[in-house]
Nanobody
């Protein structure tokens, strides 16, 4: 069992940056691939990025590559998602997720554990 708790969301202006955190706990949490998704109102949940706890491999959605950065702090069992040059269309609930298989997992059904989400709102 893995528990995930996101934090760091908020209301920002277009062009601003924001860093989201995901604190992970549970058995063998460091063996899981960690991912970030978001879901805007009326839309499906969208994959953003994933990485292994080793930090050696990352995977990004083309839509956010170069603008969002996933990272981790093994000592704190925390994964981060830095959001740069935010746009109003980035407004969504952002979720952290874990799967025991691969960072190449990009669909909601491939992830076994989810956090409660953190709201990011970008004003124009």
């Amino acid at each position: 069992q893995v528990q995930l708790v996101e934090s760091g969301g908020g209301l920002v202006q277009a062009g601003d940056s924001l860093t989201l955190s995901c604190a992970a706990s549970g058995r063998n949490v460091n063996s899981y691939a960690m991912g970030w998704f978001r879901q805007a109102p009326g839309k499906e949940r969208e994959f953003l990025a994933a990485m292994a706890w080793s930090g050696l491999s990352t995977n990004y959605a083309a839509s956010v590559q170069g603008r969002f950065t996933i990272s981790r702090d093994n000592a704190k069992n925390t994964v981060y998602l830095q959001l740069n040059r935010l746009k109003p269309e980035d407004t969504a609930i952002y979720y952290c997720a874990a799967n025991p298989r691969t960072i190449r997992a990009t669909t909601e059904g491939e992830y076994d554990y989810w956090g409660q989400g953190t709201q990011v709102t970008v004003s124009s």
